[in-house]
């Protein structure tokens, strides 16, 4: 039994063998040799990573040997956040970067889903169906730049699609088929994409989903659509002709063509990934080619530890960064993992079976996940063979130190946890774990390598051992290249510089302790993140708001202890209208149909007001401060208030919590 560690008595600690094959070790030795740079630590390495960031990034050009067409003529044309420019000339392709680890002594990736049993996908059938795929896609017209959509589970075809796209320098971007319309609609209009994959339909906790008429709500949403590609996964009775569409197996029909990778710049968009502010459309956040490829072969050769016989899995949907984050496991020839349906399906221990069955190395989950098996009380360490696991992350939301425990009791002692902490908005993480340090209990090891990591309060001063906002103090590659339809900069520049110019506010509570580790104590702003997931309270309103019997509503997510989420929705109602079950049940079964069923509330509350400032916004932040056990006159002021009369209720509420 492991019992909460005193102060500075580590969970768990890296063998010295652990710590000398290490991929960092490696590295920290070939800069020795070819650099002749010196470090006697992992806080040291950091800091040099930091500090001198234009040798940091080109030395991981040199030590992973990336290949450039066209030579870069700069590393780093000035440090300047937002507008820093990297790798000035250099010409490449993620998707040739992927395709160089090609080896038939180890497979590309595994899938599993509920109605799939364990399949492998060889590195020569992942080329060939990439292959047809990209010439399907060029005798579609689709060129440099043109913006591909997914509507798609996370399965081999998606992953297929992707490269295909990747390989021609086409943008990808994708949203999970459990979103809704509107939800999907207001990301991908915003884009104006020319061709769109989409599954007939998809399984989730036990039940199917048909998507059939959805694709065809998003068919009339997207005028710009050249061509959509049908793949049949609930039914193999799915005709084109259900829809005016082309299906998955007529494109790989034909012998394929050599993969041709297009030759694109450093900066060229790879991709578009949404996090939702708090008013407005979704943030349609672009990053570059090059600059995914530096970040993802750091942060999972360097910061994970991956080598090319591990086998990686992290449960996401094609919605969270994190199945972006998944794929790049390719980058650096290690197998990748990917279940498709409910971890919860038929019952708690399921991904833990698929974790013993394909043989994982690294399981990735969410905070969120490890609290349900916490209180489903199963026992995964002796009911599976995770023989094979030698390490554990976590994300989405801070874990806590029960569940740090409940790891090294409930699945296995010898076993390095990695909770880490970044987000949508670089696809990868700043603070997390390193295989040269010791865990303990609450903490994430360290500043990730290349990450200026600092907590500052709110005159931009450096704090240690106090909470402070999260910043980044300088410039990342995968830092976005800009926002879609954003042609002054001004609503990027609005979200991560408006606090501290020139200095990225990532919008998390973060305490950096004595010893350079990190505690994260949950989001500084009012996105609702639940389960990794962003949704901005927009959305939500623009849907809560829509029924009639509501006049005005308010949302809020709390991080709680346990890694328990808690998001009420309070709702004011027209007059002699009751909040009775029949319109509760109406309101969850519109968030669930048109945001996710990520989104639905635990609790809706009838209110007689929201809070507001002078301006007219809603007071989420602070109202959240409150659930957090803020005291009033500390989480709000209330002079700036047009009705301060209604906080009355909320702290009541939140003091009897």
């Known amino acids: 039994m492991i019992t909460p560690t005193s102060e500075g008595q580590p969970l768990w600690e890296p063998s010295a063998e652990m710590?000398?094959?290490a991929n960092v070790t490696h590295y920290a030795q070939w800069l020795e040799d070819t650099k002749q740079l010196h470090f006697t630590s992992r806080e040291e390495l950091w800091q040099w990573s930091v500090t001198n960031i234009e040798d940091f990034w080109a030395s991981l050009w040199e030590y992973f040997h990336v290949q450039s067409s066209t030579p870069y003529t700069t590393v780093l044309t000035e440090r300047k956040m937002p507008g820093a420019k990297w790798f000035l000339g250099a010409e490449l392709n993620y998707a040739?970067?992927?395709?160089?680890?090609?080896?038939p002594d180890r497979p590309a990736l595994l899938f599993r889903s509920e109605r799939h049993e364990l399949v492998t996908i060889s590195w020569d059938e992942l080329r060939q169906k990439v292959s047809a795929i990209a010439q399907a896609l060029r005798n579609m017209g689709v060129q440099h730049g043109d913006r591909i959509v997914a509507y798609m589970p996370n399965i081999p075809e998606t992953v297929i699609a992707f490269?295909?796209?990747a390989s021609l320098g086409a943008t990808w971007s994708s949203c999970s088929p459990d979103f809704g319309t509107q939800s999907v609609i207001d990301r991908f209009q915003?884009?104006?994409?020319t061709v769109l994959f989409a599954v007939d339909g998809y399984q989730y906790n036990g039940r199917l989903f048909d998507r059939l008429p959805i694709i065809a709500d998003l068919q009339k949403a997207l005028p710009t659509l050249r061509k959509t590609v049908l793949v049949p996964y609930i039914s193999d009775t799915t005709e084109s002709s259900q829809l005016d569409a082309v299906l998955w197996p007529s494109l790989l029909a034909e012998q394929p063509p050599t993969l041709i990778f297009e030759q694109v710049p450093?900066?060229?968009?790879?991709?578009?990934?949404?996090?939702?502010?708090?008013?407005?459309l979704p943030k349609a956040i672009v990053q570059g080619q090059g600059g995914i490829l530096l970040e993802h072969m750091k942060q999972l050769h360097l910061d994970a530890d991956l080598k090319p016989e591990d086998r990686f899995f992290w449960?996401?949907?094609t919605g969270w960064m994190m199945w972006n984050l998944l794929l790049g496991g390719l980058l650096i020839g290690t197998t990748i993992l990917l279940y498709d349906g409910s971890p919860a399906y038929p019952d708690m221990g399921t991904l833990w079976k698929f974790a013993q069955d394909s043989r994982a190395t690294l399981f990735g989950t969410s905070a969120g996940y490890i609290a349900s098996c916490m209180k489903a009380e199963i026992e995964p360490g002796k009911t599976y063979d995770l023989s094979t696991l030698r390490t554990i992350g976590s994300t989405g939301s801070p874990l806590s130190p029960e569940g740090f425990l409940w790891i090294y009791e409930h699945v296995k002692r010898d076993l390095w946890l990695a909770s880490i902490s970044g987000g949508t908005d670089v696809c990868s993480a700043f603070v997390g774990g390193s295989i040269l340090l010791p865990v303990h209990t609450g903490e994430l090891q360290c500043r990730l390598l290349g990450a200026s990591v600092e907590a500052f309060d709110e005159q931009g001063q450096p704090l240690i051992d106090e909470v402070g906002e999260l910043v980044i103090t300088q410039p990342m590659p995968s830092m976005p290249l800009y926002f879609w339809n954003d042609p002054t900069g001004q609503r990027y520049t609005e979200s991560y510089f408006s606090m501290y110019p020139g200095v990225w506010r990532h919008g998390d509570w973060i305490k950096i302790t004595p010893h350079g580790s990190a505690i994260i104590y949950g989001r500084s702003d009012s996105t609702i993140n639940r389960m990794g997931i962003r949704m901005g309270s927009s959305e939500i309103y623009r849907v809560v708001e829509g029924i009639p019997e509501i006049l005005d509503s308010l949302i809020i997510g709390v991080e709680q202890p346990g890694g328990r989420y808690y998001m009420p929705l309070f709702v004011v109602l027209r007059a002699d209208i009751e909040l009775d079950d029949a319109l509760k049940a109406k309101i969850k079964s519109m968030l669930r149909i048109h945001i996710s069923p990520h989104h639905v509330p635990d609790e809706i509350i009838q209110v007689s007001d929201v809070p507001r400032t002078l301006s007219g916004k809603k007071l989420e932040v602070p109202i959240k401060k409150l659930f957090m056990g803020v005291p009033l006159e500390k989480a709000v002021s209330i002079d700036a208030l047009s009705n301060p009369q209604a906080l009355q209720f909320y702290d009541e509420l939140a003091q009897s919590m």
């Open 19 to 21: 710590k000398q094959q």
């Open 96 to 103: 040739e970067h992927v395709f160089r680890n090609a080896t």
């Open 163 to 165: 490269l295909a796209c």
């Open 190 to 193: 915003q884009i104006e994409p």
């Open 266 to 280: 450093f900066d060229h968009p790879l991709w578009i990934l949404y996090s939702s502010g708090t008013t407005g």
């Open 315 to 317: 449960f996401s949907t």
